[in-house]
């Protein structure tokens, strides 16, 4: 495992450096890798950013990500090249390689760059040679924050930089809601508003930004979709694709939907299941003591954070993954009644 120095030491000639976030990006996982790739890009070094998959629209304003490459098959080739070129590649905001397929193949093909994972979901895989990783890290933004720090000084956070880093942070903390918000991250924030950031303008740019399609299909969903099992403090989305297709749905339509659950006095548990190409999507959100990414990792092939992780039933319809997941809450009975927890 190579510490801080032996990276510093890495990056003291110019490098080809390639930055990849997990699948379908949001603001923390795009936005730690435009800082990055913007911080890099101002020492001289040569970096891309490959995204596995496409990404939202309310993302495409961040410095930079018009020179992302997003992998689709007519971009295959000039992926696999790069990536088979870099000398360090880091992965950002995920901790598997699996979450970034189909990316996960190349990375493993090129046996001689170094492999820097920076993170903060729990349950690691060893892939990294080169590993900042915290699991009470707010968002990995801040942790970009912190390495930027480690590897240069306040001066590199240029105010594009900043943007970047800002989006993170505010995204992964619900606003700076969740309880993983310190006022450490306060600090950081009142540091990048003073590097001349515009901080209600990239508040808008990803919250105030909705299609009409994807304001209607909320609304749809919350009215038409949204169960609650009162006894299990439960509440859950069902989306099939028909409905999803009824709004034109786009990638990141449903971002931030499942929170709407937790809304609801005395629901301790929210999750949505939606219905995709082959397989049904979940995403899980919790408050308290009550970990969705137990639950994730051991009923749904998936994980994350201990109040907010994603799975996915692979092979099920709509209907059956919706029984399979009642069966699996409600072996949970016990845990989801108590409400001290
Ligand atoms: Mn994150």
Redesign the pocket.
């Known amino acids: 495992m190579l510490n801080i120095e032996s990276l510093r030491q890495a990056l003291s000639v110019p490098r080809k450096i390639v930055i990849i976030p997990h699948q379908k990006p ?1 603001a ?2 795009l936005g730690s890798c435009l800082a990055l790739w913007n911080f890099f890009k101002n020492k001289g070094h040569v970096a891309t950013v490959i995204s596995p998959t496409q990404y939202p629209d309310f993302l495409q304003w961040m410095p930079g990500h018009e020179e992302t490459l997003v992998y689709s098959e007519a971009t295959h080739g000039s992926c696999q090249q790069v990536i088979s070129e870099a000398e360090i590649i880091f992965c950002l ?1 995920f901790n598997d390689l699996k979450r970034c397929e189909p990316l996960d193949v190349l990375i493993s093909g090129n046996t001689t760059a170094i492999k820097a994972m920076v993170d ?1 979901h729990q349950d690691k895989k060893d892939f990294a040679n080169f590993e900042y990783v915290r699991v009470t890290a707010a ?2 933004a801040e942790l970009i924050y912190e390495l930027i720090h480690l590897l240069g000084n306040d001066s590199d956070i240029t105010p594009p930089i900043a943007s970047c880093i800002y989006a ?1 942070i505010m995204t ?1 903390t619900g606003s700076f809601k969740y309880p993983a918000t310190t006022p450490q991250i306060h600090r950081i924030v009142a540091n990048l508003m003073e590097k001349g950031i515009n901080h209600s303008l990239i508040h808008r740019n990803i919250y105030d930004n909705s299609t009409l399609d994807r304001l209607r299909l909320k609304g749809f969903a919350l009215s038409e979709r949204l169960k609650v099992i009162p006894e299990l403090h439960t509440a859950y989305f069902v989306l099939s694709k028909a409905d999803l297709s009824r709004f034109h749905h786009q990638i990141g339509d449903t971002e931030g939907l499942v929170n709407y659950g937790l809304s609801i006095r005395g629901v301790k548990l929210s999750v949505i299941l939606k219905e995709d190409e082959g397989f049904v999507k979940m995403s899980l959100r919790s408050v308290g003591s009550l970990s969705v990414n137990d639950i994730a990792r051991t009923h749904f092939n998936g994980g994350g954070h201990i109040n907010a992780a994603g799975g996915r039933l692979p092979g099920m319809s709509i209907e059956e993954a919706e029984r399979c997941f009642l069966e699996v809450i409600y072996s949970y009975k016990d845990t989801l009644a108590d409400t001290n927890n």
């Open positions: 949001d923390d996982a905001d903060h968002a990995t993170g992964d």
